[in-house]
């Protein structure tokens, strides 16, 4: 037989080897997977379900939960109330709701429930290391949020400068696609603590940051599809390209610490070095590809979720201008007491309350949270049984949208918290008060940074953000909207609507700090020339030294006082609305 031929044959004979053994591998993993179905439908057999329980069935489900997740939990909780199972395409899913369920959950410990982040499954993209001792998560909790009020000039430097360089200050209104322009100002206000000058500005470390995010989810979302026996570990192209920005760094640091020793003179205070700090003295976790890594974790966690939040209260603001003044005189007024600092974000407690309910209602991110797997058969206090190796999810969409929370849930309510904090007579956080109401504060009623131990331990730092940011376009910007963008959802997730522009321009009015109506204005425009100003005692109250305001400002509004006196030679007019607005700058 001539050598093509045997060659011919060799191929064929390759070939058939090929095939027969994907086709048994594919075999093989379904099988495996119908088995795993099987014993979790067995354990949950107890618990209800949302559509089929059959193997071919819930697949089906499955697939139809990726389009409908938020119809097929609403149905469930028609039918069933507060415990049901949903399938999906890797697992059956526990969803829980009610106050009672979720507070069973806030008093579990992490022997009975497990959270994402020790969940044994990041180990394929996080790795193991990251899930056994996440030191990085007690730097957010700890140092990082004793830190906020050291670097919050820091951060509001950065918010001005990247507002400027991504949103121009023009009197015309300017389309700006929303979403795509807020990740870029919360990347470089986060950087700004995490990293420092003039990383946090570099556009290249803002896109690995970005695309960060994306990559894990997508390999995650393809791990929990494979069996066990099949998953492994997936080494993301983002953590050699950190290394590549944040490598030289952290060895300087690391040799600044071995020469000088912890507190080595003119240490940077930003993130890097905390989680230096935090590993001072430990060889084993000196390892510059673990800092990056964490690094990058952090920033997956402090940028998408506040660049989203931020876009749907921009969307709220945009949609709902009827409320910019009152927040831009609680802003002004309080940064006019306090500067632009972390105690006067403390004390918005307007502004706190426009975004908390803009987060209730339009802002949930997704149909349940605060995931958890049992890590022994877990009881509930009604003697409802969740069997080892189950996922729970608590259904926040709806906790956020009952009508046993929440009056009218299904309306905008922007002072809807802030009123309750008067009606219970709470004050500020620098008062040391009840603050029960605020974002930061975990309750049974709002679930968004989740509960108990494990709640979002970076929350504060987030809200304190988000403040600053929101204020900042209060203060400089006017925003416009015809209506709410529908958001998008995809599977259990809510995201908001990524292609909507917003019409941005330059405020059209700047006012004195602390003057807060109209009226005040045009007494000290009528008033301008005369030494003899008696202020109001709100007026006296919120601005001290009110007397050498007005002083200040008499030259500049003196060339309005002969159109104001000619307009209103009557005397003031009787309603705010036919007030003229006097114009002038800081």
């Known amino acids: 037989m001539p050598l093509e031929e045997y060659v011919d044959l060799a191929r064929q004979v390759d070939k058939t080897l090929v095939l027969r053994s994907l086709g048994l591998a594919t075999v093989f993993l379904l099988a495996l997977q119908l088995r795993k179905a099987l014993i979790s439908r067995q354990k949950l057999k107890s618990i209800p379900t949302v559509g089929s329980s059959g193997i071919i069935g819930s697949w089906i489900d499955a697939f139809k939960f990726i389009f409908h997740a938020k119809e097929i939990v609403e149905e469930g909780q028609r039918m069933y109330g507060s415990i049901f199972k949903v399938p999906l395409l890797d697992r059956w899913t526990v969803v829980v709701s009610g106050a009672e369920r979720i507070n069973d959950i806030r008093k579990s410990s992490l022997e009975e429930l497990s959270t994402i982040a020790t969940d044994e499954d990041v180990d394929y993209t996080w790795g193991r290391y990251n899930r056994v001792d996440p030191y990085h998560l007690d730097v957010a909790r700890g140092t990082m949020t004793r830190n906020i009020a050291t670097c919050f000039a820091d951060i509001q430097d950065e918010i001005k400068v990247a507002f400027r360089d991504n949103i121009p200050m023009t009197k015309d209104w300017v389309e700006i696609p929303a979403y795509k322009t807020i990740l870029q100002i919360v990347c470089r206000a986060s950087n700004r603590m995490f990293v420092g000058l003039p990383l946090c500005r570099n556009p290249e470390y803002i896109k690995l940051n970005i695309n960060y995010t994306i990559e894990l989810v997508t390999f995650v979302c393809i791990i929990n599809l494979l069996p066990t026996v099949l998953k492994m570990r997936v080494i993301l192209t983002q953590y050699s390209k950190a290394e590549k920005f944040l490598g030289e760094t952290i060895r300087e640091r690391m040799h600044q610490q071995d020469v000088y020793g912890k507190d080595w003179p003119g240490k940077p205070n930003d993130l890097v070095s905390w989680l230096l700090d935090i590993t001072y003295g430990d060889d084993k976790k000196r390892s510059v590809k673990d800092h990056c890594t964490r690094v990058l974790h952090l920033n997956m966690a402090a940028i998408h979720t506040t660049t989203m939040t931020l876009t749907t209260a921009v969307y709220a603001l945009a949609t709902h201008p009827e409320y910019a003044e009152t927040l831009r005189d609680e802003v002004e007024s309080i940064i006019n007491e306090e500067g632009f600092t972390k105690a006067a974000m403390g004390k918005m407690n307007q502004l706190d309350s426009f975004l908390k309910e803009a987060l209730r ?226």
Request: charged share 25%.
């Open 361 to 586: 209602l339009y802002g949930n991110i997704a149909v349940f949270g605060m995931q958890r797997t049992t890590r022994k058969d877990f009881v509930f206090s009604d003697g409802t049984v969740v069997p080892a190796g189950v996922e729970i999810v608590v259904a926040s969409l709806s906790t956020h949208t009952d009508e046993k929370n929440y009056e009218d849930p299904l309306e905008f309510k922007p002072w809807r918290f802030s009123e309750k904090s008067k009606q219970e007579g709470e004050g500020g956080e620098q008062e040391g008060e009840d603050i029960r109401h605020h974002m930061t504060t975990p309750s049974l009623d709002f679930v968004f940074f989740g509960i108990g131990r494990p709640a979002c331990p970076g929350r504060f730092f987030a809200v304190n953000e988000l403040k600053a940011l929101m204020s900042h376009v209060l203060l400089n910007f006017d925003v416009k909207l015809d209506k709410f963008p529908t958001p998008v959802w995809f599977a259990e997730n809510q995201l908001p609507n990524q292609s909507s522009k917003v019409l941005f321009r330059k405020r059209a009015r700047v006012r004195s700090p602390g003057i807060n109506n109209r009226l005040e204005v045009w007494a000290i425009a009528a008033r301008g020339r005369s030494e003899s100003y008696s202020p109001s005692e709100s007026a006296a109250r919120k601005v001290p030294n009110i007397e050498e305001h007005v002083s200040a400002l008499a030259g500049r509004v003196d060339h309005h006082v002969h159109c104001i006196e000619k307009t209103f030679q009557g005397g003031p007019p009787s309603r705010q609305a036919d007030l003229p607005v006097v114009t002038y700058s800081r």
